[in-house]
């Protein structure tokens, strides 16, 4: 089956750079993908890899490395706006649904 | 432009109860369908899941069921709820041929 691992908490002051690590284990892999979810909203999406490397969306990126099923998602520059919780989520085994960690909360200080 | 509704948004249920929750989308056809549910402060947990009209995959067993009557409803259903049925609800789409999922705004239900 598919699980991911993701810290539970992460605290950062305004304007510095945080980054959240995820590793998954998954019987077939169609890529890993960051959602963004704000307290008593919905997750909204933040960025797709499917290919090993470094993907770049403004001040968040997302990098891959499939060989050691690890991934993470930067975020730079944080603002207060950006205090939410982040989800790591693979496909399940038939590419049908996707699979979410158990979420990081980011705390953006000032 | 694709939206997706879901209703109610919020619910006080006692136990023992039935539950129907329903999401649409509108502005795509033959989407993929999904039922999560959040308890309060953890992940998301992955429910039912539909590929098209009839095609219900469940993940996780329990009293919960789900439904698609139509292409692009999903319902879902309980004949008698628990109190660990307690969570934030929320329905999701995704065309086949991208990988972005879309959520909507969620139900927040709450069993007495």
């Known amino acids: 089956g598919q699980s991911l691992e993701q810290p539970s908490e992460v605290t950062a002051v305004e304007g510095a750079i945080v980054q959240i690590n995820c590793t998954y284990q998954?019987?077939?892999?169609?890529?890993l993908s960051w959602y963004q979810q704000h307290d008593g909203g919905a997750p909204t999406f933040l960025s797709y890899?499917?290919?090993?490397g470094l993907e770049e969306t403004g001040r968040f990126s997302s990098f891959l490395s499939r060989s050691d099923s690890y991934g993470y998602l930067l975020l730079q520059e944080l603002q207060m706006k950006d205090s939410a919780s982040y989800f790591c989520?693979?496909?399940?085994?038939?590419?049908?649904?996707?699979?979410f960690g158990k979420g990081t909360t980011l705390s953006v200080s000032s | 432009s694709q939206t997706i509704h879901q209703w109610p948004a919020t619910l006080v249920q006692p136990v023992g109860s039935p539950l129907s929750l329903e999401c649409t989308v509108e502005?795509?056809?033959?989407?993929?369908l999904y039922w999560y549910r959040q308890a309060a402060g953890r992940g998301l947990q992955l429910l039912f899941y539909s590929v098209g009209i009839g095609q219900i995959s469940s993940e996780v067993p329990q009293n919960l069921s789900a439904s698609r009557p139509q292409d692009r409803q999903f319902i879902l259903s309980s004949k008698k709820l628990l109190l660990s049925d307690s969570g934030f609800y929320l329905c999701?789409?995704?065309?086949?041929?991208?990988?972005?999922?879309?959520f909507g705004p969620g139900t927040r239900l709450t069993v007495t």
């Open positions: 999701a789409w995704r065309d086949d041929r991208i990988y972005e999922q879309y």
């Open positions: 998954t019987s077939g892999f169609y890529g």
């Open positions: 502005g795509t056809s033959n989407p993929n």
């Open positions: 890899n499917a290919l090993d």
């Open positions: 989520a693979v496909s399940n085994e038939a590419g049908t649904a996707l699979i």
